[in-house]
Every structure is written in C-alpha cells, then in structure tokens.
C-alpha cells in the first residue's frame, strides 16, 4: 500500500508521515531529503547549477533512503543536509527535469514492493498519482515559519523570524510556479490544515482515515 503526502515547507507533513509509517508499521521515505542530498553533493563540492555540472552529477551520484536516513554515495548525510543553505540549494536544483526524473524513478524503486507513506511536493500528482491514500498537508505560512524558527533556532542557527517567512514564501513561491512537476493539490486528495492543530492530533485523523475508523 502507498500512502503520498505532499504540502508545503514546514506544514509538519515529514514527522507526521513518521508517526504514520511507525504505526502503521511501513517504511518511510522522505523524499524532500533526497533532493538535499543532491544539493548538499553540488555544496560540497563547490558546484555552481550549470547544466554540465548537473549532468556529471546526476551520472555520478548515488542516493538511497534506509530506515529514516538519506544516504549520498554510501554515507548518511543527514547530518548536512538541513540548513538554509542547502534548502534554498535543494529548493533551486528541484526545478530541473534531469534531476526530478532521476529522483522520482529512485522513489519509485525504492517503494516497489514495500507498504509505504512517502511525503514530498509531487508525491500525489507524479510519482504515485494513484496511491491508495493521497494527503495533501499544510498550514499557514505564519504557522509554519513560527515552527521552523523555534526548530532553527534550537540548532543555534542565526537566523530572525522574519528570515525565516520571508524564506518561506519564496520556497513555496520557487515550489509552486516551477514548470516542472509544481507543488499543487492533486486530484481527490484530502487536505489538512495543521494551523490549529498538533502533529499528534493530525496524525490520529490520518490514521481513522486510513483504516477506515468512523
Ligand atoms: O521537504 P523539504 O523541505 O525537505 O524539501 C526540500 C526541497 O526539495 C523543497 O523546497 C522542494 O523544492 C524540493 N522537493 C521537491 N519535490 C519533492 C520533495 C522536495 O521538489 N518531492
């Protein structure tokens, strides 16, 4: 069984799709972590985004997701991967068609055979357009720069609320005009609003859903 969720930045879906999958007793993938680690391998290796450069990368890179980790080339980078830096890098790297194709064909290998939630920007409309559960996550950005603030601020980065919202709809702004595969509600999905509720309260509505509780 696959179970998509797509949604916004910082809408809670990631740790709400966590809870699911424990529950539930199926993996994970968090696919927004794969296009870190693409971007974290341009970062580290002090790549500009030129075509030539994505090119080489996409030939040479290897990235997998195993029990909550995202791996590039055999090493676990969560680590690196989730900072400022690198979310407006992997937000930048997510609009072209090379990468995206080569991400979604490795989610889509990676769920074959398994019960499965994975969360994402195209996980409903693209890669699993017809999974049995399609969720589409999300709150106000308000909400949702509050929370990666006290989130950001906890790891010591120096960063103001205002940065934060600011860069947030950008990314929602980059994420929901791209051309290619742009983050939208897709058809028949179920929207939940986490604004003025907690994770642990979406996540039970989710399940009741799911297994069909009244
Ligand atoms: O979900 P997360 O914020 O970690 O994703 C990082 C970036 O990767 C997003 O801003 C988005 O641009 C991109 N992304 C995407 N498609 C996905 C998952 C993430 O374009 N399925």
Not at 71 to 79: A, K, Q, S, T
């Amino acid at each position: 069984m696959i179970i998509a969720i797509d949604g916004p930045s910082g809408a809670g879906k990631s740790t709400v799709a966590k809870l699911l999958s424990k529950q539930l007793n199926f993996e994970y993938i968090d696919t927004g972590a794969m296009y870190r680690a693409f971007a974290y391998k341009l970062y580290k290796n002090n790549l500009s985004i030129t075509q030539e450069n994505i090119s080489k990368v996409l030939l040479e890179t290897d990235i997998d997701y195993v029990e909550n980790n995202v791996y590039l080339d055999g090493e676990n980078v969560e680590d690196y991967i989730r900072n400022e830096n690198i979310s407006k890098l992997a937000s930048d790297i997510s609009k072209i068609q090379a990468v995206r194709e080569k991400l979604v064909e490795l989610q889509r290998k990676i769920s074959s055979t398994k019960d499965i939630v994975l969360d994402g920007r195209d996980i409903t409309t693209v890669v699993f357009p017809n999974a049995e559960f399609k969720f589409y996550v999300t709150a106000s950005a308000k909400t949702r720069a509050e929370r990666r603030y006290s989130e950001l601020i906890k790891k010591d980065e120096k960063v103001t609320l205002e940065e934060v919202l600011n860069d947030i709809n950008k990314r929602d702004h980059n994420d929901m005009t791209r051309e290619n595969s742009p983050l939208k509600i897709a058809d028949n999905a179920i929207v939940v609003d986490t604004s003025e509720s907690s994770i642990e309260e979406v996540t039970k509505k989710l399940i009741k859903i799911i297994r069909g509780d009244k």
